[in-house]
């Protein structure tokens, strides 16, 4: 079991970041051995079954018309994952709705979006931000190649990405260069690790160990600097195999 941890306080929240095939999910689930730690996965399932319509394969077939709703959608789950209360005192989540965002530039770029729907989702992200009371302590950006992700997004050959061209994965990994690497874009909303995620699965793994010490070490930071200025807690076991 976890430690115990004020009620009051949030989870330390870890959003993970990166292109299509990035491998966000595998990375993820080397955290679902911990039992004081709340994982929670892109909700691709909720965009599979909108009302039993499946709005991601909408989106691809047929953008000029689906993009819109879409990401409208998208920025709504997300924001729902950021404010979902857990009594654990980590959260590692799959992208974020900081992220949401990065898909909007592209939308608007390739001029897939028309202005008026550009500025109402802008709006629309805006407010998320300013007053929904998301917080994130920590941002882990798996940076990869087009051509890698590419060959991973069809190796894994998920229905609604075939698709999906090397064009339009090349054009999102410049926006997450541009906002997470260059820092020229969009307001980075908390401290980044930057890891190569070109490597194989076992190599992966070895970084996954060292940034998971770097992950619980800012949360220990967090809390002494915490302590500061509250009364003390008692500080959660790092780390702690579920059973």
């Known amino acids: 079991m976890a430690s115990p941890r004020n009620q009051s306080r949030r989870p330390f929240t870890v959003c993970i970041e990166g292109n299509i095939g990035s491998g966000k999910t595998t990375f993820l689930n080397n955290f679902k051995q911990f039992n004081n730690t709340m994982v929670l996965q892109e ?122 061209s090397l064009e339009y994965l090349e054009q999102v990994h410049q926006i997450h260069e541009d906002w997470l690497y260059h820092r020229t874009l969009f307001d980075v909303p908390a401290p980044v690790i930057i890891l190569d995620a070109d490597q194989s699965m076992e190599e992966m793994f070895v970084q996954f160990e060292k940034c998971k010490t770097r992950i619980f070490e800012r949360c220990r930071q967090s809390e002494r600097e915490s302590r500061l200025l509250t009364s003390p807690v008692s500080s959660p076991k790092i780390g702690a195999a579920s059973e």
């Open 43 to 164: 909700p691709v399932e909720l965009w599979r079954n909108v009302e039993g319509m499946n709005l991601l394969d909408l989106m691809y077939k047929d953008p000029g018309r689906y993009a819109c709703l879409f990401q409208s959608y998208v920025q709504l789950t997300m924001l729902q994952l950021h404010t979902m209360k857990s009594p654990l005192p980590y959260k590692i989540m799959e992208r974020s709705v900081y992220s949401a965002r990065c898909f909007i530039e592209n939308m608007k770029r390739t001029n897939v979006l028309k202005e008026v729907e550009a500025t109402v989702l802008e709006k629309w992200y805006d407010w998320c931000i300013n007053h929904a009371l998301i917080e994130t302590d920590l941002i882990v950006y798996l940076r990869t190649t087009p051509d890698i992700v590419y060959k991973r997004m069809r190796a894994r050959a998920r229905q609604e990405e075939n698709l999906v």
